[in-house]
């Protein structure tokens, strides 16, 4: 199988892997990307990996995420048709993620979406992210864009300041009992949620974490808390994902994530980087999260994070905050 084959075939298993087929799919993978990754080979090198030892998920290396900042992480040599970037902190060095085919990313997050959500035609989407519109080149607002094409409800928009358009529209969705989702950074629907206060009972309101220091800190508890109060909410839900990654977890309340088949949540020892864990049985493993995104075929798919969570026997997983003298980030989730 030349290279183009393989890269079709390992594409096509992608999406269709179950749970039993993840393990096998996810070494092929790491040897395709220890193959033809040159930074990803580096660091495997550096810490002494044989490829050929390596037969479990827990044993395969992942690639620290401060890598996305100072390299070009990539499988071969290719012009990225797209590139998307950290929304990061004034002065830092922001990640950056080249994609040889923003279809793979697309097929990542509509699959989950529908999953999670069902198909977005059933849904008004309404965007509050003006942080990410500003800058231009958000995976998540590519994301948010693409959702609302697939809707194609004549209300669908993003918002920047004008949150009497918002409301309005929001009032008028409820009115007609619209089923609508409002996706937003966190420090947006805050502010909004404060200003105009409702009830919202035919309304997904959707946190995708970050303050990106227009607010004090808060828990996710406290934020959603707040939302539920001023929105008269049932339950918040939220958005695991980041630039680093093209595929996103889903929380529909109470903070616990569940992860699309393709992507899985794994533990890491804070202070053993190479102890790696599952959740097994009874047991609840805490500690730095590292992520398996086979989305990320053309990239790296073994990603070690700066968040740190618990991860359950099921599968979902919290996030509780970040690895001290970490960067913050602007879709770091809130501390619990």
């Known amino acids: ?3 183009a084959e393989k890269n079709i075939d390992l594409e096509a298993r992608i999406f269709a892997a179950d749970e039993q087929d993840f393990n096998k799919l996810a ?17 495997c090198d550096s810490i002494q990996t044989i490829p050929a030892a390596i037969h479990t998920i827990t044993e395969i290396p992942f690639l620290p995420i401060q890598f996305f900042k100072s390299h070009e992480v990539k499988v071969g040599n290719f012009d990225a048709t797209i590139q998307f970037e950290s929304s990061g902190t004034t002065g830092s ?23 999670f959500y069902g198909h977005p035609r059933n849904y008004c989407i309404l965007g509050l992210l003006p942080s990410y519109l500003e800058r ?9 864009d693409a959702l609302m094409k697939e809707s194609n409800h004549p209300l669908n928009g993003f918002y920047l300041q004008d949150h009497d358009k918002l409301h309005s529209t929001l009032l008028h969705n409820e009115l007609l009992e619209q089923p609508t989702l409002l996706i937003g950074v966190t420090y947006a629907l805050l502010d909004f949620a404060a200003l105009y206060p409702m009830e919202l009972k035919h309304t997904i309101v959707m946190e995708t974490g970050g303050m990106k220091g227009r607010r004090r800190e808060l828990t996710r508890a406290e934020v959603h808390a707040e939302l539920e109060s001023h929105l008269q909410l049932q339950t918040v839900h939220s958005e695991y994902g980041m630039t680093e990654l093209l595929s996103q977890a889903y929380s529909k309340g109470e903070g616990f994530f569940h992860c699309p088949s393709w992507m ?3 533990i890491r020892e804070e202070d053993d980087p190479f102890e790696v ?8 493993m805490g500690g730095a999260l590292n992520i398996i995104d ?6 790296c798919s073994f990603i070690a994070t700066d968040d740190i969570g618990r991860l359950y026997k099921n599968g979902s997983f919290e996030v509780e905050g970040r690895i001290d003298n970490s960067a913050i980030r602007g879709c770091g989730l809130m501390l619990l």
């Not at 070494?27 to 660091?43: E, G, H, L, M, T």
């Open 1 to 3: 199988m030349n290279t």
């Open 27 to 43: 070494i092929d993978i790491f040897r395709f990307q220890y193959a033809q990754n040159d930074i990803y080979r580096k660091y």
């Open 93 to 115: 060095m922001n990640s950056k993620h080249f994609l040889k085919d923003a279809e793979l990313y697309r097929k990542s997050f509509l699959k989950a979406f529908q999953h």
């Open 136 to 144: 231009g080149n958000s995976s998540l607002v590519f994301m948010v």
């Open 264 to 266: 899985k949540i794994l």
């Open 277 to 284: 864990s599952l959740a097994f049985d009874n047991t609840l």
């Open 294 to 299: 086979l989305a990320n075929l053309y990239s």
